[in-house]
């Protein structure tokens, strides 16, 4: 049993903070390290967060020297578990992969479109001080974003890692699938499902486009998809670039054949769809707890307890599990996972069903904003 614990996390984010900041030159500092945000501008920054190759905010790894992106991925390595670490990483190298079966071309107006180079990392705040402080690192399918207040590493959320391909071939016939448990358990707990279940768990037989709650900050009732061109940090002076965003995101729609019926299916509710955990048998529950494991799983040590007791026992009933889509492999799906305080997503439908986008969020404490706003009523 590991004896991590919060405080034992924020210590070794503080120290691979320190160690990565001072590798940074004055030019560097600029780009990677902000003060704590002391206006409502500066915290709309810290909030902001992607999962397109867009600029995330923060310096990127090819604007430093080897030993500098060593300490940065050290600091990554502090926010993850090990599966964690090495499935971000395995994405992160798949831009090489992507980059091949797009023809090696460029794109969204910089010289490589598809760059393992073009992940960003940035600090809020002084690790060494008595102040809140916390870190982002994110790039194309990967965004992390970590807080720590009073020596503890209070809030991991939101956590979202992609991949495109979803499956690549490896010698020998066998298959690169980083994200495959997290379809193949949303499936299994679907197909577990006897027909009455499913009736209440299957909001429509078409699926979204994408994750339905985005790169919002928080997700409210009424939310929709975010079409693809306001995914990104501003849209392009290029309009023949944003025009192509915009008919990758209607001609994927028109594909997938999406009504605005199966919109209104898939919003984001005031109560939770699907299914709830309450009315499912006790090894439907068991694959459920597994499917969120999968989830939670991506937290290190120290801090996955914590987001694990939000379902452990009778908190577990108030959990529900709603599907949008095919039920077979290969088939375009979504699926959710929402309860009090989480929301999980899950989509695999772009480029012939093998790009898909997969998020954790500790719903209504997304970056600590919770914990933010309590130190500022109690030191200000």
């Known amino acids: 049993m590991s004896t991590a614990t919060p405080a034992s996390v924020a210590s070794a984010m503080v120290e691979a903070a320190g160690a ?18 002391g206006s409502k501008a500066a915290e ?10 867009t600029d995330h905010g923060g310096l990127t790894l090819h604007e430093q020297l080897p030993h500098q992106q060593r300490a940065a991925m050290r600091l990554l390595a502090t926010g993850l578990s090990e599966p964690g670490y090495v499935s971000a990483s395995t994405i992160m190298g798949l831009e090489n992969v992507l980059d091949r079966t797009e023809g090696f071309t460029a794109g969204f107006a910089r010289d490589r479109g598809r760059d393992p180079g073009m992940y960003y990392l940035r600090v809020f705040g002084d690790p060494s001080g008595s102040g809140p402080w916390g870190w982002r690192f994110g790039g194309h399918h990967v965004s992390v974003n970590h807080l720590v207040v ?33 379809e193949d358990l949303g499936r299994a707990l679907l197909h577990a499902l006897d027909a009455d279940q499913r009736a209440t768990t299957v909001l429509t037989p078409t699926a979204p486009a994408d994750i339905i709650g985005a790169n ?3 997700v409210s009732p009424g939310d929709r998809l975010i079409p693809l061109p306001d995914l990104w940090r501003g849209h392009f002076d290029d309009q023949t670039l944003e025009d192509r965003l915009w008919s990758m ?101 772009q480029r012939g069903v093998n790009h898909a986008h997969s998020v954790w969020r500790a719903a209504g404490r997304e970056f600590g904003r919770d914990v933010v706003a309590e130190h500022r009523r109690a030191h200000h």
Not at 20 to 37: K, Y
Not at 168 to 181: H, I, V
Request: hydrophobic share 40%.
């Open 20 to 37: 990565w900041l001072g590798t940074l030159d004055d030019e560097q500092s600029a780009q990677g390290c902000w003060a704590w945000p």
């Open 249 to 349: 995101h209607d001609g994927l729609e028109a594909q997938l054949g999406v009504t605005e019926a199966d919109r209104a299916a898939t919003e984001i509710g005031p109560t939770p769809k699907g299914i709830a955990a309450s009315d499912l048998t006790e090894a439907q529950r068991a694959v459920l707890r597994d499917l969120l494991e999968v989830y939670v799983g991506r937290m290190p040590p120290g801090l996955v307890e914590r987001e694990r007791a939000r379902f452990d026992g009778d908190g577990l009933d108030g959990v529900h599990f709603a599907w949008a889509g095919g039920h077979e492999r290969g088939e375009p799906h979504y699926y959710r996972v929402e309860g009090p305080d989480l929301l999980a997503e899950w989509d695999n439908t």
């Open 216 to 218: 919002r900050v928080g």
């Open 44 to 53: 709309a920054e810290r909030l902001a967060w992607y999962y397109t190759p």
């Open 150 to 182: 009073g020596g503890e590493a209070v809030a991991g959320s939101p956590c979202f890692l992609g991949a495109d391909p979803m499956v690549s071939p490896l010698l020998g016939g066998q298959e690169l699938r980083p994200l495959g448990a997290i």
